[in-house]
């Protein structure tokens, strides 16, 4: 195991890059991953971290990379995102690194 120092907190991450406890996850954490993937966050991704942290929370499941794509795309019509930007935002996996930047337990990516 590894770990992340974030604000004076030490956060445990398993050998893939994944926060071993879902509640030690806050917007710093997203960052500082994010960052060691040279990755630089933006308003869309934002939207697609937030909206799976709200899923899993609710249902303690990961949604499909459809759902996440579907529904997330239709929050960012507006926006200069669309949904067929999301396989952009996250170029090291897409669903499994965003799920690793929002939190998700590693287990769960398996269905990305």
């Given at each position: ?13 398993n050998p893939e890059g994944f926060l071993v406890n879902f ?90």
């Amino acid at each position: 195991m590894s770990h992340i120092d974030i604000g004076g907190k030490s956060i445990t991450l398993n050998p893939e890059g994944f926060l071993v406890n879902f509640g030690d996850w806050d917007e710093k954490v997203a960052e500082a991953l994010a960052t060691t993937e040279d990755l630089e966050l933006g308003h869309c991704h934002w939207e697609a971290i937030r909206y799976l942290r709200e899923y899993y929370t609710e249902f303690e499941v990961n949604p499909s990379p459809r759902k996440l794509v579907r529904t997330v795309g239709e929050k960012l019509t507006v926006g200069k995102c669309t949904t067929r930007t999301l396989d952009e935002l996250f170029p090291l996996g897409g669903c499994k690194q965003a799920c690793r930047l929002a939190g998700l337990p590693q287990f769960f990516r398996h269905a990305c």
